[in-house]
């Protein structure tokens, strides 16, 4: 039988997610202020990935399992982290700060990897998810002119977070007051009550 996939993360999960919520919470400071005005990366087209997609995926793939959404979140920035890492000269203010954030980025993923059984991970992804996953792991050099986007390091680490608390929502939620993350940031409103350094949520 095939193992029973869930969308709440295990109790293990929420901790190493808070600890790289905290490390997000100055992303403003090193992923804006230490770059040039407009400075932009070169990423894959799927590396974009915000809340607007996971709301086309859900509807496009009848009943996409919410484990399939955040296989493909971990797989997706740590391609993001590598990249701004790879464009950062050794001396620059942000190179430790990104390092630091990619390796609590992977103790994260670690720990997801752990708190499921290893059949669900050799499971058929949807024919959709697969599409994006090969197109994500291809070789640069065999990837088309036409699938890269040109993306400032500071809207890439934003998305993943909001994204981050739209899929694992359980870690960041009040039990006495749930927020729905994955539409809360689609709000004109909500985005300004979030906070002015880029970090801890304070929308209500």
Not at 1 to 8: K, N, R
Not at 21 to 34: A, T, W
Request: hydrophobic fraction near 35%; glycine fraction near 2%; proline fraction near 6%.
């Amino acid at each position: 039988m095939a193992p029973v996939l869930t969308a709440s993360p295990s109790a293990s999960m929420c901790p190493p997610l808070r600890t790289l919520n905290d490390s997000l919470s100055h992303r403003r400071r090193y992923m804006k202020h230490n770059f040039p005005i407009n400075y932009s990366i070169r990423v894959y087209r799927q590396e974009i990935f915000k809340l607007s997609n996971i709301s086309r995926m859900r509807v496009k793939v009848e009943g996409l399992d919410e484990l399939v959404l955040q296989r493909l979140w971990f797989q997706i920035n740590q391609g993001v982290l590598k990249k701004i890492i790879r464009v950062l000269p050794e001396r620059h203010p942000s190179r430790p700060y990104t390092a630091e954030l990619e390796r609590r980025f992977r103790d994260a993923e670690g720990v997801f990897v752990q708190s499921h059984p290893a059949e669900v991970f050799q499971q058929e992804l949807p024919e959709t998810i697969q599409d994006i996953w090969d197109q994500l792991t291809e070789e640069s050099d065999r990837v088309p002119e036409s699938s890269w986007r040109l993306a400032s390091p500071k809207s890439l680490v934003d998305s993943l977070c909001r994204t981050m608390f739209c899929l694992f929502r359980e870690c960041f939620n009040s039990k006495d007051a749930p927020i729905d993350y994955c539409g809360l940031f689609h709000s004109r409103r909500s985005k300004k009550s979030w906070s002015q350094d880029g970090g801890t949520e304070t929308a209500h």
